[in-house]
């Protein structure tokens, strides 16, 4: 009986392991990925939330701190592009107690302000991310930038793609994102 019961603590203790790092997991890919929301619908609160006080950001040259950042990032964004799009792609990430790293590949889509261009840049976030009061969140991230190129957006002013009415995203709350609950007779703010 003793061995069975040995065998029994072994099994639940592994269990409360792995299911402590599968919620860590999503908890540091949540992190991430509302980061990735904030920076899209301008979502300032968002934003901030997703860094601790005391994080850093480097984008380039460009240093923030973690509750300045949104206003930086919001203001590079509105005067480059007119929607942009931030996609969370291959995510790495290794934990170690209330430490962890995180590799995240990023695709952004950014419009040009006259609808006629796109930007389209490849990198990666490399983030520190802290656990401090049950929370992760960032403690510091470096950007890097792989890929830019620049393509021809014109297919979004074409007649045949405007007749489909296909919903516009907006840089605020407007955003059916926010809609809650989300239903089909609720008109976007925007179609294209």
């Given at each position: 009986m003793t061995g069975d019961s040995t065998d029994a603590e072994e099994k639940f203790a592994r269990l409360q392991r792995d299911v402590q790092y599968l919620m860590d997991r999503t908890a540091i890919l949540d992190c991430v990925a509302q980061h990735a929301r904030g920076h899209d619908r301008h979502?300032?609160?968002?934003?901030t939330?997703?860094?601790?006080?005391?994080?850093?950001?480097e984008h380039g040259y460009a240093i923030n701190s973690g509750p300045e950042y949104a206003s930086w990032a919001n203001k590079i964004h509105a005067a480059a592009s007119s929607l942009h799009t931030h996609n969370i792609t291959t995510h790495s990430c290794e934990i170690d107690g209330d430490n962890a790293h995180a590799e995240s590949y990023v695709?952004?889509?950014?419009?040009?302000?006259?609808?006629?261009?796109?930007?389209?840049?490849?990198?990666?976030?490399?983030?520190?991310?802290?656990?401090?009061?049950?929370?992760?969140?960032?403690?510091?991230?470096?950007s890097t930038v792989e890929l830019a190129v620049t393509a021809d957006a014109s297919l979004l002013q074409n007649p045949f793609f405007t007749k489909q009415g296909f919903v516009k995203?907006?840089?605020d709350d407007r955003d059916l994102s926010y809609e809650r609950p989300l239903l089909l007779n609720t008109e976007p703010p925007e179609r294209w």
């Open positions: 979502d300032i609160d968002l934003l939330a997703t860094y601790h006080e005391d994080g850093v950001d695709l952004v889509g950014l419009l040009s302000p006259d609808g006629k261009t796109a930007q389209l840049m490849s990198g990666r976030y490399l983030d520190r991310l802290e656990r401090r009061d049950g929370t992760w969140r960032i403690a510091v991230r470096r995203g907006t840089r």
